[in-house]
């Protein structure tokens, strides 16, 4: 994987000495993918470094699109891509979209046409007009480590197949967070 200044780090390395979360979007311009790390991004430091786990993001396109993602999504943890999509591949991440799945995140918040339109316009208002990553491409989530223990896999059967990010972070041992911004009622 390449990290944001284009450094190419051993994938093992994310996940050999400490447990890690390693979720693969599809690609930066996606908006479900956009807001799935949305929510990420509200995951606090402190609930993961509490369990010893890592959250890790990985994209498929050129490290110069990582910083202006993170910046975007307001994401602080860890991310790297993998331009050639070889974990992609060996993990067996599919390509194109199943449309009998009904499977829908509870992090995307938009529809498919008004989500696409701000995708597209992304595409074409960015610097450099490309779709930052094969469109077609499906992602994943996986809870590995530390060393070859692989607790969790889960390959997206399309864009809309995010597994709910408390399920992984329970998975992992960490503390579940509140998505929505409704105060919790709490039992006395």
Request: charged content about 20%; proline content about 6%; overall charge positive.
């Amino acid at each position: 994987v390449v990290d944001a200044d284009g450094r190419s780090i051993p994938f093992k390395a994310l996940y050999g000495e400490q447990k890690a979360i390693v979720v693969f979007v599809r690609n930066f311009l996606c908006y479900t993918c956009k807001e799935y790390v949305e929510d990420l991004a509200k995951v606090p430091k402190a609930f993961l470094q509490e369990a010893n786990v890592r959250l890790i993001v990985i994209g498929q396109s050129s490290y110069r699109h990582i910083k202006p993602f993170c910046s975007l999504t307001g994401y602080t943890h860890e991310m790297y891509v993998d331009p050639q999509r070889e974990i992609y591949k060996t993990l067996g991440m599919k390509r194109g979209e199943g449309n009998n799945v009904s499977v829908r995140s509870p992090h995307v918040k938009s529809n498919t046409l008004l989500g696409s339109i701000r995708s597209m316009w992304r595409a074409m208002t960015g610097p450099a007009f490309d779709f930052q990553g094969d469109p077609a491409q499906q992602g994943g989530a996986l809870i590995l480590g530390p060393g070859n223990e692989v607790h969790f896999f889960h390959l997206d059967k399309n864009r809309l197949d995010h597994v709910p990010i408390n399920t992984v972070l329970q998975l992992a041992g960490v503390k579940p967070v509140n998505f929505t911004n409704k105060p919790q009622i709490i039992d006395i």
